[in-house]
Each structure stands twice: as structure tokens, then as C-alpha cells.
């Protein structure tokens, strides 16, 4: 074939690529068709594909993998297949992975490397079992395999066998020390478990292995920002979003740690910032209408409210702060109803029962009162938590 024509057809494929599923489409059969004409080897197209990835250019690499897949054969088709499969799985088309990594697993069993991202995907539609499997089956070809590792302690944390995961995400950092992924899922670990020493020392560890390494720096964020160590916090989020300027959780955790600190305008701005990239985000609305409670727009709030109700009405907090404003504007009855459904949904709301005890103590419903009162402190509930619940993004 002519070589020069192959910078034609990365060009043209580049072009025909846009956000939608449409474009991915009409590039692939593009390249097919060009593929057939100018006799273009699938091996080619595997390596360019194999470019695209080096560049960043995942659609690019997803089309290019496809098409390999559609026209080779042997090893070569196998990879490609796991490729596409893993192309399609980071653009969320979990059932084209499923379909890719089946065909890899029907002519090799033991590729390793696809059980192990198979089950991640299994892993994240919660069919845990199926998940197990495929990574005993992974270790079993290889027990080194330290991604394998580090995804099955993942799922083995998800359904509580926390012993289990970090005897796992021993295992993994023992095979490769430098496993970014292990370290840093095992930093987040040891902080659930309340090992915030440990936890810590994992963090910084996986930070010099990759100071670029985007979840670490944001579950880091999270970790001081719990502890009160809120300037140390805003270093990582701000870190965070100077790599990437589009991570919509670090956004809003850093509109929630400005609020906590009472900058109110450049919480705003982080908050309208994450809301032009979900909009429809409840939890983001809930977050924002706090924000404005805080600082005594009220009306504003109770829209944002609103809003966050009508795209989410099954989760607690968000009635819960409703029912504060309310109660603030002296509208008792909508403000109870609130509190009600809050109770229902979460019947061990802590923050619901000492508002509502409280609304209860002014309407003189006194034994009422006690009752929500007593369980709120059974709960441990205290004073000072009581002015703001903010949904954390994890």
C-alpha cells in the first residue's frame, strides 16, 4: 500500500470524530471502506491505534481497534477486541465490553489481562460474584498480576471484606511496589478503616510515584478535609483542577470547603462552575442551595431546592435543608412535611430529628420534641454539625 496514505486516513478520522455516538459510527465505516480500498493491513491499524493511545485519542484508538477487530484474525484480532472493549468501557458502552471481552475470553481463556479488566466492569454493575470469578481465574494463570490484585481487593472492599482487601492490596504491593492504582486505592482504604496515619503515609508515597496522579490528589483532598486540615485541602483540589479543570467532583468538594470557610463568592463560583457541566446534578443543587441558606438568600435557595428535589426526591439531606429554610421563613407546616419525608427515607437522620424536635418544642408539641430530641443525641449528635450537612462526592 502507499504509506502516505496513511496519514490521509488518520487525518479524515480525526475529522469525522465528534462527541456523539453517531460520528464514532460513520468514522468506522470510513475507515473500513478506506481499509478495503488502499489495502490497508489490520496490523496497521492496530498500530495506529496503539499511537492514538500514546496521544491521548481514545475515540481515535476505539475506532481504529474496531476496525483491526473486524478485519484480522489470530493474535491479532484478540487484541484488538480487547482494545475495543476497553475503549468502550471508559466510554461508558458497558455492553460492547461485555461483548468484546467474551470473544477475547472464547479464544483465550487464560488472557489474563481481560479477566482482570472483565471483572472490573462486573465490579462497577455490582455483579460481585461473577466479578470474584474472573479475577481467581486471573490470579490463578498469574498470581503477580498486580492489577488483578488491586481490582479484586476493590471489590472485596465494596462488599465489606475489608480484612480481605487489604490482605490483597498487600499482595499487589508486593508484586509491584510502584502500582500507582494499589497504593492509592490502598491509602483509601486504611482511611475508611480510621489508619489515618497509614493512610497518609500511602497517599504521599503514590504522589511521589506520580505527582500528576489525579485521584490520588482529589481522595487526598477529601482525607485533610475531613481531618480539618482545610488549607492543606485546598491545595489538592486546586492541584486537582489545574490538571483537570472539567473534574466535576473536586468542584464541587472545593465549593463545599470555601463554604466551610465562609468565602462564600468563591464557593458560588465553584459551584456555577460544576453546574455548567451538570446541570442536572441534585446532589450540586442541594449543595449550592446551602450555600445560599448560609449567607441569607433565601429565595434563591429554596429554588435551588426545588430543583434539587425535582431531580432527586429519594435521598434525605435535600428535604432536611428544605425543611430548615422553611422553618426559618416560619412556614410550619410545609417545613414538618418536609422533616416527615426526611424520616422516612432516612429514619436515622440525626440533623432531621434535632430540627424537627426543635420546630416541634416552638409549636409547645412538647413531648413530641422529646422524642426526636432523644433521638438525635442517640445518635451522638451534636450542636455544632447541626447548621449544615453537606454532600460529599466520592
Known amino acids: 500500500m502507499d504509506y502516505s496514505r496513511v496519514d490521509e486516513l488518520v487525518s479524515a478520522v480525526i475529522a469525522k470524530i465528534g462527541p456523539d455516538r453517531e460520528s464514532l459510527d460513520s468514522a468506522l465505516d470510513f475507515t473500513l471502506d478506506f481499509a478495503a480500498t488502499n489495502a490497508v493491513h489490520p496490523q496497521m491499524l492496530l498500530e495506529l491505534a496503539a499511537v492514538c493511545e500514546q496521544q491521548g485519542m481514545y475515540r481515535e484508538e476505539y475506532v481504529f481497534a474496531k476496525a483491526c477487530a473486524r478485519l484480522g484474525s489470530g493474535k491479532t484480532r484478540e487484541n484488538a477486541f480487547f482494545i475495543t472493549g476497553v475503549m468502550a468501557y471508559l466510554m461508558g458502552c458497558f455492553e460492547e465490553a461485555e461483548y468484546c471481552y467474551r470473544l477475547v475470553l472464547e479464544e483465550n481463556p487464560a488472557h489474563t489481562a481481560t479477566l482482570c479488566n472483565y471483572g472490573s466492569l462486573l465490579t462497577d454493575l455490582e455483579r460481585f460474584e461473577d466479578a470474584e470469578s474472573l479475577y ?9 498480576h498486580a492489577s488483578s490484585r488491586c481490582n479484586y481487593a476493590f471489590l472485596l472492599a465494596e462488599t465489606g471484606r475489608l480484612g480481605e482487601a487489604e490482605a490483597q492490596y498487600r499482595l499487589a504491593l508486593a508484586s509491584d511496589p510502584e502500582h500507582v492504582g494499589a497504593r492509592s486505592n490502598y491509602a483509601n482504604l486504611l482511611s475508611d ?13 503514590t504522589l511521589g510515584l506520580d505527582p500528576e496522579h489525579v485521584g490520588t490528589r482529589y481522595n487526598y483532598g477529601i482525607f485533610l478535609s475531613a481531618l480539618e486540615r482545610l488549607e492543606e485541602a485546598e491545595v489538592q483540589y486546586s492541584e ?29 463560583a465553584q459551584y456555577r462552575k460544576a453546574l455548567k457541566l451538570v446541570p442536572e446534578d441534585a446532589d450540586l443543587h442541594c449543595n449550592y442551595a446551602l450555600l445560599l441558606l448560609d449567607c441569607g438568600r433565601s429565595a434563591e435557595a429554596e ?43 432516612d429514619p436515622e437522620h440525626t440533623g432531621t430529628h434535632y430540627s424537627y424536635g426543635s420546630l416541634l418544642k416552638k ?26 450537612q453537606w454532600v460529599f462526592f466520592d
Open 240 to 268: 486537582v483542577l489545574s490538571l483537570n479543570p472539567l473534574h466535576i467532583h473536586a468542584l464541587c468538594n472545593y465549593g463545599n470547603l470555601l463554604s466551610r470557610q465562609g468565602r462564600v463568592s468563591e464557593a458560588e
Open 136 to 144: 481467581r481465574n486471573a490470579l490463578a494463570n498469574d498470581p503477580d
Open 303 to 345: 429554588k435551588e431546592f426545588l430543583k434539587s428535589l425535582s431531580l432527586d426526591s429519594m435521598r434525605a439531606p435535600p428535604h432536611y435543608n428544605y425543611g430548615r429554610l422553611l422553618a426559618k421563613k416560619g412556614r410550619v407546616e410545609e417545613a414538618e412535611a418536609q422533616y416527615m419525608e426526611a424520616l422516612v427515607l
Open 363 to 388: 409549636l409547645g408539641r412538647t413531648e413530641e420534641a422529646r422524642q426526636h430530641y432523644v433521638l438525635a443525641l442517640k445518635e451522638n449528635y451534636s450542636l455544632e454539625s447541626e447548621d449544615c
Open 193 to 205: 478503616l480510621g489508619r489515618n496515619d497509614e493512610a497518609e503515609k500511602e497517599y504521599l508515597a
